[in-house]
């Protein structure tokens, strides 16, 4: 079975500064795809960035880039330029061939002024 | 379209008594997926569906917990009876088929068991 792990329940940064929050999965499958979905307070689900295994290149999506580890099954965040707006709960979530997508417990972001 | 649509909002209940919640997906999506999440476990997968047809329900707690869908534009997600334990937030999302597609999720149920 699939399983994603968080293993950090809560981070903080500063205003500008640059975070990274870290994701590791488990699978028996050579492709499927991972994303990193933001939770604001009116726990409204929204898609920051999506990677497919079989890219090398790390996808990136304005500030928000990711360090994809695929012998290691890590499947990290880097949020460059911190803004209040981040602030939210961060999940991560995989998504194989079978169609099925389960997240991670999540990490609380704090962004500090 | 209006997106995912979840009703009710809240629920407030009492213990032993039958919860039902509803979900409307976006139409043309073909797989549903329910959600329960708590700040100790995240975000947790129920149960999901592919063209109407139940795939996988490992995640369903306990036999209290069932769901159906009937229909391309209808899901219910049942717990009778219902405990103070199975107070959450419980999310519905659609998507296409497909492993890269992106889910879209409900505004959630925030459920109280009294």
């Known amino acids: 079975a699939q399983t994603v792990t968080q293993s950090q329940p809560e981070m903080s940064v500063q205003e500008a500064e640059t975070v990274t929050l870290s994701c590791t999965y488990d699978?028996?499958?050579?492709?499927?795809?991972l994303f990193w979905y933001k939770q604001p307070p009116s726990r409204q689900m929204i898609l920051v960035i999506r990677q497919e295994a079989y890219k090398q290149q790390n996808a990136t999506e304005n500030r928000f880039s990711v360090n994809f580890q695929k012998a290691a099954k890590s499947f990290s965040l880097k949020i460059s330029d911190s803004q209040l707006g981040d602030a939210a709960m961060y999940f991560c979530a995989y998504r194989g061939y079978g169609n099925k997508l389960v997240f991670g417990a999540g990490t609380i972001l704090r962004v500090k002024s | 379209d209006a997106g995912v649509i979840q009703s009710p909002r809240h629920e407030v209940t009492e213990m032993g008594q039958e919860v039902t919640l509803r979900c409307k997906p976006i139409?043309?999506?073909?797989?549903l997926f329910w959600y329960r999440q708590t700040m100790m476990r995240g975000l947790e997968l129920l149960i999901y569906f592919n063209n109407n047809v139940p795939i996988d329900d490992s995640g369903m707690p306990e036999d209290r917990f069932s769901a159906k869908m009937p229909n391309a534009s209808f899901s219910t997600l049942k717990i009778q009876p219902s405990e103070p334990r199975d107070s959450a937030v419980y999310f519905c999302a659609s998507s296409l088929w497909g492993a890269d597609t992106e889910a879209f999720f409900g505004q959630g149920t925030r459920l109280t068991v009294v």
């Open positions: 699978t028996s499958e050579s492709d499927y795809y």
């Open positions: 139409s043309g999506h073909n797989s």
